[in-house]
């Protein structure tokens, strides 16, 4: 039944990274309904996100729009970020790294909803682009994000992308993937040396990520996409309430 689950909530996820972004939302909670500490679930989760972005570079490599040396300039910081928010999670409380989740998945839903990065489609590419450093500079504290908790951090970087360079959607996503593939080889990495993975559930959201995201590629998103906001709203709020209740009760 557990894989069952898993699998189930794998497909969504990849599905919904794919056409979007916040498949962790989903599938974080799930892994720790499941049973797993929180910090276990936190770098179980990282399995799946590992396999599926390495997937999504090959691809954008494959469609030539693939920018190495910027990514690998954003990466840096992001992986040194990563490092340490996956220190930090390794050590956090289950209670407190739940409601933790549970407001993050509140915040990342409402701005799911708002859709900050459709608003900025349109933008057109400035010529005078903001200094790299600073680039450089939020992408560390956004490594140190997606090394703690991961959960939406696709949509933080693509919006920090959009404002900070004008860059057009598809390079953004090439960067996004690029960037949270190289921090999670490092979060990945400092999960396991802690015994933080659960290797018989990690492959088994791996599979269903991979399936969700196949499946994400070849779906038409403008007829799909309202019927995912519905799920993703009544999923995320079912989810932090029992986070919060988790929390509390210290269950």
């Known amino acids: 039944m557990h894989i069952v689950l898993l699998l189930g909530t794998g497909i969504f996820a990849g599905f919904l990274n794919t056409v979007a972004f916040g498949g962790s939302l989903l599938a974080l909670p799930m892994l720790i309904f499941l049973g797993l500490e929180a910090a276990v679930a936190n770098g179980t989760n990282r399995v799946a996100i590992f396999c599926q972005n390495f997937s999504a570079i090959m691809g954008f490599r494959r469609k030539g729009v693939f920018d190495f040396s910027y990514s690998i300039l954003l990466a840096i910081p992001a992986v040194l970020g990563a490092a340490i928010g996956a220190i930090i999670a390794i050590d956090i409380k289950d209670e407190v790294f739940n409601l933790i989740l549970a407001v993050v998945m509140i915040v990342m839903l409402v701005l799911t909803l708002l859709n900050p ?44 992308l959009r404002l900070l360079t004008g860059m057009d959607l598809v390079r953004t996503n090439a960067i996004k993937v690029f960037v949270i593939f190289f921090y999670t080889v490092v979060a990945l990495g400092i999960f396991i040396i802690n015994g933080k993975v659960n290797w018989y559930l990690g492959p088994t959201l791996a599979v269903g990520n991979a399936c969700g995201a196949w499946l994400g590629s070849h779906w038409a998103v403008e007829k799909g996409e309202k019927w995912i906001k519905v799920v993703l709203i009544v999923a995320v709020v079912a989810f932090a309430i029992r986070l919060v209740w988790q929390s509390m009760s210290g269950s």
Request: aromatic share 12%; net charge positive; charged share 20%.
């Open 117 to 160: 990065t459709e608003r900025l489609k349109d933008r057109s590419e400035s010529g005078q682009t903001r200094s790299k450093i600073i680039t450089m500079v939020v992408f560390f504290f956004i490594g140190i994000y997606g090394g703690f908790i991961q959960a939406g951090v696709g949509m933080l970087i693509i919006t920090a």
